[in-house]
C-alpha cells in the first residue's frame, strides 16, 4: 500500500509539470539575457581619452578568494603613458577556470576600473583559453579614445583623472558582450561600431584637446 501510494505521489508531480509553462529558449540564437547586476565576464575600464583606468595595484588580485587574478605593474612614463599618474597594469589576466564570479575584486578596485559585464558565454575547448589577457579584458575603444600610450588628454596631473572618479561608473559601454562574439578572434582595442560613448562624470574632455 506504501509503494502505491508512493508512486502516486511521483506521478503526480510528474502530471503537475505537464501544464506548467514551458522553459526553453532558442539558445544560442536567442540567448537568455539574464538580471542587470548579473556577474558576468570581467571589463578593465577606460578614461574617456582611451587611456586605461588599471594602476596595477594588484588590490583586485589581493583581494580575489580564488586566486584567479595575476597583475604585474609596469611604470608609465612621458613617452610611454598608458594610464594616468605613475603605474599602469603591464600584464593583467584573470584566470576563469578559478573564478567563481563573487565580484570582490571589484569592490576592492580603487579605481572603478574593473567592473563585471552580462556576458556569461565563458565555455571554452581548453584551459589555457580561459585565462583572459588584456587582449581580452580591455574595454573597447569608443567614440573620441585613441589606443595608449599616449599623453594625459583630460589633466595636467592624475588628479585630474582620479577625483571624483568613485561615481563613475566606467566607459564600458559596448563591453557587455565580448567583443569577440561575432567573430573568432577580435582584438578587444578596437572600436566597436555599435558602442556609444559612455557620459563620465568627474573626467570632462578639455576643449581644445588634441
Ligand atoms: S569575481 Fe571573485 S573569484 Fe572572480 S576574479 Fe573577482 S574576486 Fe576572484
Ligand atoms: S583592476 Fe583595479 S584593483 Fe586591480 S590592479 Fe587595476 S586598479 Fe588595481
Redo the contacts with the bound molecule.
Keep these: 500500500m506504501g509503494t502505491f501510494t508512493g508512486s502516486f505521489k511521483g506521478f503526480g508531480v510528474t502530471f503537475a509539470h505537464m501544464f506548467r509553462k514551458v522553459i526553453t529558449t532558442d539558445y544560442p540564437f536567442s540567448p537568455p539575457k539574464p538580471a542587470p547586476r548579473y ?1 558576468g565576464r ?1 571589463i578593465l575600464n577606460r578614461h574617456p581619452d582611451g587611456l586605461e583606468k588599471c594602476i596595477g595595484c594588484e588590490l ?1 588580485a589581493w ?7 595575476y597583475v604585474e605593474g609596469g611604470d608609465n612614463t612621458d613617452e610611454q603613458r598608458f594610464s594616468p599618474g605613475e603605474r599602469y597594469a603591464k600584464i593583467y589576466q ?1 584566470n576563469y577556470a ?9 569592490e ?1 578596485c580603487p579605481t572603478r576600473s574593473l567592473t ?1 559585464s552580462n556576458e556569461y558565454e565563458l565555455a571554452r575547448d581548453n584551459r589555457q583559453d580561459l585565462i583572459f589577457t588584456k587582449k581580452e579584458l580591455l574595454a573597447p575603444l569608443l567614440e573620441g579614445m585613441e589606443q595608449p600610450p599616449h599623453p594625459m588628454r583630460l589633466g595636467e596631473t592624475d588628479r585630474d583623472y582620479y577625483v571624483g572618479a568613485l561615481t563613475n561608473p566606467g566607459t564600458s559601454v559596448g563591453a557587455e558582450r565580448a567583443p569577440w562574439s561575432d567573430a573568432a578572434t577580435h582584438d578587444a582595442s578596437e572600436p566597436d561600431e555599435h558602442a556609444a560613448r559612455a557620459e563620465t562624470a568627474g573626467t570632462v574632455r578639455r576643449e581644445g584637446a588634441a
Design positions: 556577474h570581467h583586485c583581494a580575489c578568494p580564488a586566486d584567479a587574478i584573470i578559478r573564478c567563481i564570479f563573487c565580484g570582490l575584486c571589484i576592492a563585471m
